[in-house]
């Protein structure tokens, strides 16, 4: 079975890549305030956030890749910066070019701390795309999975090449992640647009474990 890798999220392709920049950023100020807001967001230099939004900065402005203040401190895990860009009403469900919000890339990365400050907030956690729940199962983070499936999560929402959050840990071997979203009534049968299932993609993988319960649970082959 073919399994078709588009259009992809941009984290499968750039997440660590992104993570490693973010966390060399340099103390070197950038050519702007914009600029500099970015380059302290990504570093947690909450002091320097707090005195260039005093200035005037938009916390909503972003960079080339559409990523504002907001979205660039959740991706570094940056909870201090996170808290000051919130308490000014920073725009919580912004999206950039690549459909992320702050949410999502605080899925991925598994912090269930910004996770959940963004979610007091009202970050949307069944917006249309990609979902926070399909990044957290990739990474496999059983609690912002419970997490969010608590908030009202939609277990099979599916990205725009039909993949869901139970696909997504079968792809990547998450067995403690597959087990929790076919505990709580994942549909093990979903098929991709290409026609490919969560069954397919851990044959694929050699995962055997996955695909027994996978099996167990009513997968078809």
């Known amino acids: ?16 890549v992104a993570a490693t920049l973010s966390a060399q950023v340099t103390v070197a100020t950038g050519q702007s305030p914009t600029e500099d807001m970015f380059i302290a967001a990504a570093n947690d230099r ?3 956030v707090k005195s260039l939004l005093a200035r005037g ?9 559409g990523d504002s203040a907001l979205i660039i401190a959740a991706r570094g ?6 808290d000051v860009l919130l308490a000014t009403r920073a725009a919580v469900n912004a999206r950039n070019r690549f459909g992320d919000t702050a949410l999502i890339v605080a899925a991925l990365g598994g912090r ?5 400050k963004l979610r007091s907030r009202g970050a949307d956690v069944n917006q249309p795309g990609w979902t926070a729940l399909i990044y957290a199962a990739t990474g496999g983070h059983d609690e912002i999975v419970r997490y969010l499936l ?3 999560a939609d277990i099979n929402a599916a ?7 139970l696909m997504m840990a079968a792809r990547e071997g998450r067995l403690s992640t597959l087990e929790l979203l076919i505990g709580r009534g994942a549909d093990v049968n979903h098929r991709n647009q290409s026609g490919a299932s969560a069954l397919d993609w851990a044959k694929r993988g050699n995962e055997r474990r996955l695909a027994d319960q996978l099996r167990r649970a009513g997968a078809r082959d």
């Open 159 to 165: 990205s725009p090449n039909g993949t869901t959050a």
């Open 112 to 116: 269930i701390d910004i996770v959940k």
């Open 46 to 48: 909450v002091a320097e």
């Open 1 to 16: 079975m073919r399994i078709d890798r588009r259009p992809w999220p941009r984290f499968l392709m750039v997440a660590a």
């Open 150 to 152: 608590a908030e009202g």
């Open 77 to 82: 895990g940056n909870a201090a910066t996170v």
């Open 57 to 65: 900065v938009d916390p909503d402005a972003v960079d080339r890749n």
